[in-house]
């Protein structure tokens, strides 16, 4: 799962079995919102026991200046809003839910 929230027309969590990228998630989540700051969209990403936030200019991606990054499961992209603060974002899950929510949210038929 990713999770895409803030400046995005519908903030939603996607489920992908592949490598996804910065673009294709805020794509997923219907693009940018009239209000959202596209300069600054931060990654919440949590490794080595570590919530590390990464500043990204998706308009620099979007104009090909910059990498598009790679996402990785669990990741939150929180697209920053005019007018509005950052959200203070905890990514701390547990192994044993991580697990949990894995078994029990199962597709029942995969359709490409």
Known sequence: ????????????QLYVRSQITLTRAIAGAGGL???????????????????RLIEV??????DNQAEDIILR??????VVQNGREKK??????????VKEKKLSSLPLRIID
Do not use: F
């Not at 799962?1 to 939603?12: D, E, L, T, W």
């Open 33 to 51: 919102s009239k209000d959202a700051k596209g300069q600054k969209v931060i990654i919440s990403r949590y490794e080595g026991g570590e919530r």
């Open 73 to 78: 499961p669990l990741d939150i992209i929180e």
């Open 1 to 12: 799962m990713i999770y895409v929230i803030g400046g995005v027309a519908n903030p939603k």
């Open 57 to 62: 200019d998706y308009e620099k991606i979007k």
């Open 88 to 97: 203070k974002l905890q990514t701390r899950v547990k192994n044993a839910e």
